[in-house]
């Protein structure tokens, strides 16, 4: 009895550590369970519907199970006594078939319903439904809006209130696009196309994770959802056509310059330069630098300098080492001036 009461005892730190790691879940936001978006709130209805049916079988399966064992113990003067030799019973095997394949039936029919409601039909011709081509890429994400001929990374920009058509693929391997507040969870698959909806019903800024091990760096592929008022979405898009604004000292004058030499073949900005990295127009407006590390200047520069260190295994060459200090200095200048929004 003892060594019973010594095992379980052992099994107390390891509660402690799954509170501790449930305690991470409710990171404002990035939360199933908070919902800010109409695909996610059907998604918890569907989550809550199948959590009060498994409480209610643990329930009723825990009471009769107890009633068992109380009831038809073992008592004094028992000891020598075979119990009634049972086999079968027909009434309770069609009660403990038809109760399941009930309880599947009630989780199925709004399952199979929301489906279809989840399912995104490609916008008509002429529907002004919000187009977005996202593609996934080892370790960031690009969105392209191909109706307003814009292109930005790692934050989409989306209006609040209506239902924006998303399009996924990705340009290496299998990644996977999740933003748990506002729903989804769809997988992005080289030379494939999926679809789906995002709807934002407040703005804000939803956390998105890419939820498919992908390599060494799937852990801190974070983008962002930011939904604006569709009026400040509007001027949102009519910023980025017209790109960032220039360059305002000379240092980061010197940034662009030496931008237009080495980086701009891989990254853009506005209408210029190459689609192979993120597209950076207004990399300025960014809270976070490669998705997850605070935006600062000195963060900036350390990445330019050793972007393995920070994100291992992404494709940005370390060329940043053949630039002087002050090089680099100008260059995080010029970056973090790229600004389209307020
Ligand atoms: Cu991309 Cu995990």
Redesign the pocket.
């Known amino acids: 009895m003892k060594r019973y009461w010594q095992k379980v005892l052992r099994l107390f730190p390891l509660l402690g550590l799954i509170l501790l790691a449930l305690a991470g879940c409710g990171e404002e936001n990035l939360s199933a369970i908070q919902p800010k978006g109409t695909g996610a709130e059907l998604q918890l209805d569907l989550i809550l519907l199948s959590l009060y049916i498994m409480i209610g079988v643990i329930l009723v399966v825990g009471v009769i199970y107890t009633y068992v064992l109380i009831k038809f113990r073992k008592r004094p003067g028992q000891e020598n006594e075979i119990p009634e030799q049972v086999e079968g019973n027909t009434t309770l095997e069609i009660l403990w078939t038809a109760i399941p394949i009930l309880l599947l039936i009630i989780l199925a029919v709004p399952t199979v319903m929301a489906t279809f409601t989840l399912a995104a039909e490609e916008p008509k011709e002429g529907d002004d439904t919000l187009k977005v081509q996202v593609t996934?890429n080892?370790?960031w994400w690009q969105f392209d809006y191909p109706d307003q001929e814009i292109s930005t990374s790692q934050d989409l920009y989306i209006p609040v209130g209506e239902k924006v058509y998303i399009e996924l693929t990705s340009n290496d391997v299998i990644?996977?696009f999740w933003v748990p507040a506002l729903g989804g969870k769809t997988d992005t698959n080289p030379g494939l196309e999926n679809t789906m909806w995002l709807e934002a019903n407040e703005p804000g800024v939803y956390k998105g994770k890419?939820?498919?091990?992908?390599?060494p760096s799937?852990a801190l592929?974070d983008f962002k959802v930011i939904a604006l008022e569709k009026d400040e979405f509007d001027a949102w898009t009519e910023k980025m056509k017209a790109g960032p604004e220039a360059p305002q000292t000379a240092k980061a004058q010197q940034g662009e310059e030496i931008f237009s030499q080495s980086c701009i073949g891989c990254h853009a900005v506005g209408d210029q330069g190459g689609n192979t990295a993120p597209n950076l127009t207004s990399f300025g407006d960014r809270q976070t630098l490669a998705g997850f590390k605070e935006m600062s200047k000195e963060n900036l520069v350390s990445w330019i300098k050793n972007p393995q260190s920070m994100k291992p295994g992404n494709n940005m060459p370390a060329f940043g080492e053949q630039l002087s200090d002050e090089e680099v200095d100008a260059l995080a200048d010029y970056l973090l001036g790229l600004k389209v929004a307020e």
């Open positions: 996934a080892l370790y990644h996977s890419c939820t498919e091990l992908c390599g799937h592929m």
